[in-house]
């Protein structure tokens, strides 16, 4: 691993908004595209890579249960969308020439593989990108929550949410021209002040755990790298 690089091993949460890019529904082959050449960067400069996917962009539990259908079932939904999302991901990579391993948290072993973390450690000691679907195989949380558990379960030293935005702001900078960017906050701001981050039970296990969280914007090309290489991009959440 090249001298620069300060992580051995990071996940990375992208929502399942950010695969929509320009298109209506599902995914945009272009930002999947792009995003795949980032992943792959980081993953070639030796950084071992696990990813975590939303599937906000096909169905989420909570929305599906405002128009009646039962949370649960909306629930499962949801993380079946997310695995539509890792397998798409996945393709977009494996036609960049990376090695790629889906796991899923809910069974469905004809498409991908089930989630055990050994050898989801394996996978990524080889140097294989591990993309972890289905979010924490339960109803009622989130690929937020679901990507603090896998970073915490896998050993990841930085646990990346990568957004629209360029950080965390005071307030909102597109309605508030006073709003600041934090360069740094710790758990309990994040829970006290009620930012809007990622969810709290995301936060609180990242805090329980001692696991540092980066918010970073994904449209600015080869920030993923700058943070590799240390540099303070976008916001830091810790101790
Ligand atoms: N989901 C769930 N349990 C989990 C993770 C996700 O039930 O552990 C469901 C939930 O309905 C959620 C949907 O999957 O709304 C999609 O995930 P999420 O909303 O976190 O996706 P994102 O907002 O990141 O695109």
Redesign the pocket.
């Known amino acids: 691993m090249p001298a620069d690089i300060k992580y051995k091993r990071i996940l990375l949460?992208?929502?399942?908004?950010?695969l929509l890019g320009e298109a209506d529904y599902g995914v945009d082959p272009k930002v999947l595209n792009r995003l795949a050449r980032e992943i792959i960067e980081v993953q070639r400069a030796g950084v071992q890579v696990g990813v975590v996917?939303?599937?906000?962009?096909?169905?989420?539990?909570?929305?599906?249960a405002a128009t009646g259908m039962d949370r649960v079932t909306?629930?499962?939904?949801?993380?079946l969308?997310?695995v539509m999302?890792a397998l798409a991901m996945q393709d977009a990579l494996e036609k960049l020439g990376s090695s790629v391993r889906v796991m899923s948290?809910i069974k469905i072993n004809q498409v991908c593989e089930d989630y055990i973390r050994r050898r989801a450690v394996r996978h990524l000691e080889k140097g294989r990108i591990a993309i972890f679907a289905?979010?924490?195989?339960?109803?009622?949380?989130?690929?937020?929550?679901?990507a603090a558990l896998r970073a915490i379960e896998v050993g990841a030293g930085l646990l990346l949410k990568a957004t629209k935005v360029d950080g965390v702001y005071s307030a909102d900078p597109k309605k508030d021209q006073n709003a600041t960017r934090y360069e740094r906050l710790s758990y309990e701001e994040v829970i006290q002040r009620n930012l809007q981050v990622m969810d709290t039970s995301a936060i609180a296990l990242c805090r329980d755990h001692r696991m540092p969280l980066r918010i970073y914007d994904m449209s600015r090309g080869g920030d993923l790298m700058r943070i590799m290489r240390g540099e303070q991009v976008g916001t830091l959440v810790d101790s």
Not at 13 to 18: F, P, R, W
């Open positions: 949460k992208l929502s399942g908004e950010a996917i939303g599937g906000g962009n096909i169905f989420r539990g909570e929305g599906l909306g629930d499962h939904m949801g993380m969308a997310t999302n948290a289905a979010g924490t195989g339960n109803p009622f949380f989130t690929t937020d929550s679901a």
